[in-house]
């Protein structure tokens, strides 16, 4: 395996600090990294490699010994001289070094940076991976331009577009299934299910996200990735080219809604105004359920509901498929995401099989690792991004339609 050069935009952040170096120190343990990695970690603060130790709390002295820092001032374009000369450095001395770039940052940034990438010749077309964080864009639009930047810049098969529950266990799993039985897709369709319900729960609220958070929103911020990825991934017709095109076949078959207003409502916690960052008076939602469908293919009109929310009675994360009362097929499936990972299959009998999903990784260790060895079922294709973008920019269009019902720690709908 190649030596790895990861550069890390966005180090100083809280993803950074909870997620990615975690998922990075676990992947070097593992061997995964290769021999003689090295972790450019880049962020704005005027910091030396002692001070991004100490901030993100690495004492390992192996992993310390491959973590270097760049300061890079992203909003003045000053600094990308020095991390190109940084890495050309490192790449010298292993000529064969695989350069990966993580981008964990605000969307706002996200042209500006890869331009100035490419313009320093840091980003270019052949072997640089670009891995982005989430969110792609903050709508078709926009999601549509990025795309148009990129695709003028690098090759597709270059651009890594994270929704880090793809590389949950359990949504891992339900691929699998597509793609090593037939059997499960088989009973997937409106013959057999009667509905589909995917819900997150968080018992958090916003967590000092407020100035950011106030002006996404929950559909944006868990609906357009993460449910509508769990959904598409449950969905997916098999025989298939690629996942991307699998989930995209899904995707762009939801149903506009000419009946959303009617079939959704949103929700607000109680005392969510007053958090620091958030708009006097705001009305946007912090909880949801939308209830949708397909207009083509082997679930059409079979109804999809969509639930999330913070501070809910309990933290969990599932897809549960009803099904109709047909001998030979189950009465229900729950594909648990969170806390627990498994797999229930309750029968019409009454009989109940559990499954216990092997737990790997952290879904951001699984995420790099897939990156690193060149796979792309765990990533977001580029017409599928847009696809997403599209159904959510119908729904969020609709919202000043829906009342906004105020919750206090309970079930809000």
């Given amino acids: 395996m190649k ?22 120190e676990t992947l070097y343990d593992e061997g995964i990294f290769g ?3 090295n972790i450019i970690a880049v962020s704005r603060r005027d910091w030396d490699t002692s001070q991004l130790l100490s901030h993100a709390g690495i004492s390992e002295k192996n992993f310390t010994k491959i973590v270097s820092y760049s300061k890079v001032d992203i909003e003045h374009g000053i600094g990308y001289a020095d991390l190109y000369k940084k890495i050309e450095k490192l790449k010298e001395k292993n000529p064969n070094s695989q350069v990966m770039i993580y981008l964990s940052l605000a969307p706002r940034h996200q042209s500006n940076v890869i331009e100035s990438l490419a313009r320093e010749k840091i980003l270019s077309r052949g072997d640089v991976k670009l891995l982005m964080e989430k969110p792609f864009g903050t709508d078709e639009k926009s999601a549509h331009e990025l795309d148009k930047l990129l ?26 299934m597509h793609d090593k039985t037939a059997e499960f897709s088989k009973i997937m369709s409106r013959e057999n299910v009667n509905s589909i319900r995917i819900r997150l729960w968080e018992e958090k609220g916003i967590d000092g996200r407020g100035a950011s958070y106030d002006h996404v929103g929950a559909f944006r911020d868990v609906g357009q990735n993460h449910m509508l990825e ?8 098999v025989p298939h080219e690629s996942w991307h095109d699998a989930r995209t076949h ?5 149903t506009p809604p000419a009946q959303t207003c009617e079939l959704s409502d949103r929700g607000q916690y109680e005392n969510y105004t007053k958090e ?3 708009a006097i008076g705001s009305q946007t939602e912090t909880a949801f359920e939308v209830t949708t469908s397909l207009s083509a293919g082997k679930l059409a009109n079979v109804p999809i509901i969509l639930q999330s929310g913070k501070k809910m009675p309990a933290s969990e994360v599932f897809i549960e498929i009803i099904f109709k009362d047909i001998i030979g097929i189950p009465k229900r499936m729950i594909f648990y995401v969170q806390p627990q990972q498994e797999i229930i299959t309750e029968y019409i009998d009454g009989k109940k099989d559990i499954f216990k999903i092997p737990k790997t990784n952290d879904a951001y260790a699984n995420i790099i690792k897939a990156a690193i060895l060149g796979q792309s079922r765990e990533f977001v294709g ?14 969020v269009a609709c919202w000043g339609k829906v009342p ?10």
């Fill in 230 to 237: 769990m959904f598409a991934v449950l969905a997916a017709d």
């Fill in 3 to 24: 030596p790895i050069i990861f550069v890390l935009f966005g180090a100083t952040g809280d993803l950074a600090l909870r997620k990615i170096f975690p998922a990075i």
């Fill in 382 to 395: 580029r017409q599928e991004i847009e696809a997403l973008w599209r159904y959510a920019d119908h729904v």
């Fill in 404 to 413: 906004l019902r105020i919750y206090n720690n309970e079930k809000p709908f």
């Fill in 276 to 278: 620091v960052g958030v």
């Fill in 35 to 37: 021999a003689e990695p």
């Fill in 250 to 254: 899904v995707l762009k078959h939801l």
């Fill in 151 to 176: 695709v003028s810049l690098i090759d597709e098969n270059q651009i890594y577009r994270i929704d880090h529950y793809l590389g949950k266990d359990t949504i891992m799993a339900i691929m699998d």
